[in-house]
């Protein structure tokens, strides 16, 4: 028979590729063609030399459906090597074969042809394709099992996620290096996240105009990630839970920062003032400003006249009421600021009384993370009495199933709050201590030089109300809980007086001369309790919350 046929070679994996698979198949081919007699079309060979499962995903094989649907009548079979070259999946190898039948075309393998004209051609095909499918089976459950291993031991089975690179040491092994080039990027957006001062997405927006984008969804998944602090998630594989262990990469992200992600992810942390749209440099006091007759807020525009452009703040109201140049507006809003500089005597005693809430903390983080590793050993134990339970028989798969999932995640869940509580990292708070306190004394050279956006945060920690203006005189009904106690003392020290003539010297012997020692000074303890009665504590950050305002946005 004279028949024109098309020759398909395929591989079923991307090592064949590099081997000589494809070429056999074509000599075979070819060979067995001259054998026959036929004739083989445009005397080529099509050759797939991607691994898919389905054929859709084969452009060579739609290529040959789409010249066969084209072409009708010209073409009579389909040729290939095995069964297993066809297809490995009987589902899709049916459909496809049904309509190669349909268009007239027979496909059949050289190696165990089929006669379409006998009864029994449908179950020899299941029996080819079918066993096939099974080897692929076996292999696939071959693979998890290994994959699911190699995960429980710590080791990355999969491509590294950003900020590390695979290293491959021999043909079978590799290990996870950390990227010099990008992880970098990867730290720096944590700790801009870990801030709380910008949204997640602001902060991946400004990555992307530097030159490192990352789509939202992987951002978001990224900061999810516990393999930046050297954890490997094993995912659920045969009804055991998921769970995490360490991994033998090393941690580009330390657990404090990671944390404070997942509370800003989680809504739990404290909103901080978020940035907004550009802001005019010259015109940083309009979102605090009101008006000092009617009480609106004050706005402010650029006008041309003589000489040039000239910037101006004004009553959105009445311009009538204030209408004033902004350059001295700002030059005298620093002025102020100025005058609210702390004694040196009440600035040490806040370090020192910070300093003592930081060692409580320390002893109080100890004892948490004694009791909960009490409490992680028994829930190890129930752990262990529910495996022997199973083991024995008094348990059903689902029943023990159930039993350890809920007990893992509980175990999981201490596990991370000892982890957090044993970090030393999260006591750490001297350097930021000693620079919001270099800050609070300077804080008139920030409002002249710094940012424009370092300026508003700075404006908004210190006024939690709207400052009034008359022209002259800066007035504000309070200031930051925390500055508004050390400011308070300062005045007292200084014996500025209440508009109402109190004197604040109910307060004088609150503060203590220099080189007083605060232990042994009853008004210092006094003081503690004012600010603790004032401020809800729960460390250090909780308690002094302009510090991260301060520290954050400024410095960085």
């Not at 079923?12 to 075979?28: C, I, K, N, P």
């Not at 071959?142 to 995960?151: C, E, N, P, R, Y």
């Not at 990352?214 to 998630?233: A, D, T, V």
């Not at 995912?235 to 262990?245: I, S």
Request: hydrophobic letters at 30%; aromatic letters at 10%; a positive charge.
């Amino acid at each position: 028979m004279n028949a024109n046929v098309i020759i398909y070679c395929r591989v079923s994996s991307d090592e064949q590729t590099l081997g000589a698979s494809l070429d056999v198949q074509e000599e075979r081919l070819r060979k067995y063609c001259n054998q026959m007699g036929y004739n083989i079309i445009d005397n080529i060979s099509y050759r797939e030399d991607e691994s898919a499962k389905t054929f859709e995903k084969r452009p060579v094989i739609q290529g040959i459906m789409n010249y066969i649907r084209k072409n009708k009548g010209r073409v009579n079979k389909l040729l290939f090597l095995r069964w297993d070259r066809y297809s490995r999946d009987i589902i899709s190898a049916s459909e496809n074969l049904k309509e190669l039948l349909k268009l007239g075309v027979e496909p059949n393998a050289i190696e165990a042809p089929l006669d379409f004209n006998s009864d029994t051609w449908p179950l020899l095909l299941g029996v080819h394709i079918g066993s096939a499918q099974c080897d692929n089976i076996k292999r696939s459950k071959a693979t998890m099992d290994g994959i699911h291993g190699t995960l429980a031991k710590g080791k990355c089975a999969n491509k590294a996620p950003r900020g590390y690179k695979n290293i491959r040491i021999s043909k079978h092994e590799t290990h996870v290096e950390i990227d010099t080039n990008t992880a970098p990027f990867i730290q720096a957006m944590f700790k801009e996240v870990a801030k709380g001062i910008e949204t997640p997405c602001y902060i991946r927006r400004k990555f992307a105009r530097k030159g490192y984008n990352i789509p939202e969804s992987s951002f978001l998944e990224m900061l999810r990630n516990k393999f930046y602090i050297g954890k490997i998630r094993v995912p659920a594989y045969k009804g055991e839970p998921e769970y995490y262990v360490n991994g033998e990469h090393e941690a580009i992200i330390d657990k404090e920062t990671f944390y404070k992600v997942q509370e800003i992810l989680d809504g739990k942390r404290k909103k901080t003032p978020k940035l907004s749209k550009a802001i005019n440099p010259d015109l940083f006091l309009r979102k605090f400003l009101i008006c000092p007759v009617c009480g609106c807020a004050l706005t402010g525009a650029t006008s041309s006249g003589n000489g040039g452009k000239y910037t101006y703040y004004f009553c959105c109201n009445n311009q009538k009421h204030i209408r004033m140049r902004a350059e001295n507006v700002n030059e005298e809003f620093a002025r102020y600021t100025a005058q609210l500089k702390p004694n040196k005597t009440v600035l040490d005693l806040y370090n020192e009384i910070l300093k003592d809430l930081q060692n409580e903390r320390k002893g109080e983080s100890k004892k948490e993370a004694a009791a909960l590793q009490n409490e992680l050993s028994t829930v190890q134990k129930r752990i262990n009495s529910i495996e022997d339970k199973y083991l024995d028989g008094d348990l059903t798969k689902e029943q023990y199933n159930r039993m350890l999932e809920r007990y893992t995640k509980e175990a999981s869940a201490m596990q991370q709050q000892i982890e957090m509580r044993e970090n030393p990292n999260r006591s750490n708070i001297e350097p930021k201590l000693n620079y919001s306190i270099n800050l609070i004394n300077n804080i008139d050279s920030y409002i002249r030089n710094a940012s424009v956006g370092v300026k508003i945060k700075l404006i908004s920690s210190m006024f939690p109300e709207k400052i009034e203006f008359d022209g002259k005189t800066y007035r504000t009904n309070s200031y930051n809980k925390v500055l508004d106690l050390i400011y308070q003392q300062t005045n007292e020290l200084r014996g500025v007086e209440k508009k109402n003539g109190e004197s604040f010297s109910t307060f004088s012997a609150s503060v203590p001369r220099p080189g007083t020692n605060h232990r042994n000074h009853r008004k210092t303890k006094e003081f503690i309790h004012l600010i603790i009665n004032n401020l809800h504590i729960s460390y250090f950050l909780h308690f002094c919350h302009i510090l991260p305002i301060f520290c954050y946005s400024v410095h960085f």
